[in-house]
């Protein structure tokens, strides 16, 4: 995306979508900077990788910890070029439903926590006068449903904030990119029944949001249809859509 030679950061990394994002990263020259809750298991999945080449380093970050991703963010801003946000938490809705501390935790990592992030990342690339977000929300955020709520809830409030962010620092050269996937196999679905035309694998959702990150697209959806199959179903009038159970 530019010739920026400071390191790639990645939060959430060890979502199965970054780590098939990483070869791609990596194979372009860019050194990562990768964060986990879990480091120890990240750092087994970057070596089984066995990628050559710049440098990856691994740390232990909570993105729903704003006070520690403060001070992550002071502590590394300056060898930074841009960031990837991958962190989601999806539970079953009636788990979210009967805790209030599931339902924080669930709009922190979703929402609150990446949102934080995300901002102060947006203003020292605004100084810098280059730099760039993607980060990933869904389509559970274009239309709240029965099944999952809480969490549509919190990428809805995400989308918008990336919305907010690029509306205000494009200007300024800083690149927000907001990833929108629909179905994706990987262990944020595994059990449930998904789509077979609609759901993408970890590897084809990477490929899709590397093209859009060399790209520099504002919004994109992964696979590409979900825009249209989202357009429809915003469109369902209210008294239509509280009817159905899609
Ligand atoms: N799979 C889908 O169909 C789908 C659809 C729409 C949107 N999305 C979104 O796409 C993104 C990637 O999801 P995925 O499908 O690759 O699922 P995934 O493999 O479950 O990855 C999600 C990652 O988020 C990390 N995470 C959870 N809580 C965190 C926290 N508090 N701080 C930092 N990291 C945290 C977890 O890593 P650690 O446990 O190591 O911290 C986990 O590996 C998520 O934002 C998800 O909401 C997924």
Redesign the pocket.
């Known amino acids: 995306m530019n010739n920026d030679e400071r390191r790639i950061l990645i939060?959430?990394a060890?979502?199965?979508?970054?780590l098939a994002l990483l070869p791609l990263l990596h194979a372009n020259g860019h050194p990562l900077l990768l964060t986990?809750?879990?480091r120890e298991?990240?750092q087994g999945r970057v070596d089984a990788l066995a990628l050559p080449g710049p440098e990856i380093t691994t740390m232990t970050?909570?993105?729903?910890d704003m006070t520690a991703a403060e001070a992550f963010w002071q502590g590394h801003a300056e060898s930074i070029q841009g960031v990837f946000i991958?962190?989601?938490?999806?539970p079953q809705q009636a788990d979210a439903s009967g805790s209030s501390e599931l339902s924080k935790q669930v709009w922190a990592?979703?929402f609150t926590?990446p949102a934080r992030f995300a901002e102060l990342a947006a203003a020292t690339f605004a100084e810098r006068g280059l730099g760039f977000i993607c980060a990933?929300s869904?389509?559970?955020g274009e239309r709240g449903r029965a099944a999952n709520y809480t969490y549509g809830s919190a990428k809805a409030g995400f989308s918008a904030f990336l919305s907010g962010l690029r509306n205000r620092y494009d200007r300024q050269g800083v690149k927000v990119i907001t990833v929108i996937?629909?179905?994706?196999r990987?262990?944020?679905?595994q059990g449930m029944p998904l789509s077979g035309p609609l759901t993408v694998s970890?590897e084809e959702a990477a490929k899709s949001i590397y093209k859009a990150w060399i790209k520099g697209r504002d919004v994109t959806y992964v696979p590409g249809i979900w825009r249209y199959i989202m357009r429809v179903i915003r469109n369902i009038p209210e008294f239509v859509f509280k009817e159905t159970n899609i």
Not at 14 to 18: G, I, Q, T
Not at 61 to 64: E, G, P, V
Not at 186 to 189: D, E, G, I
């Open positions: 939060i959430g060890n979502s199965d979508v970054a986990s809750r879990d298991r990240l970050l909570d993105i729903s991958f962190a989601g938490l999806m990592t979703n926590g990933l869904s389509v559970a996937p629909g179905f994706m990987t262990k944020m679905t970890a």
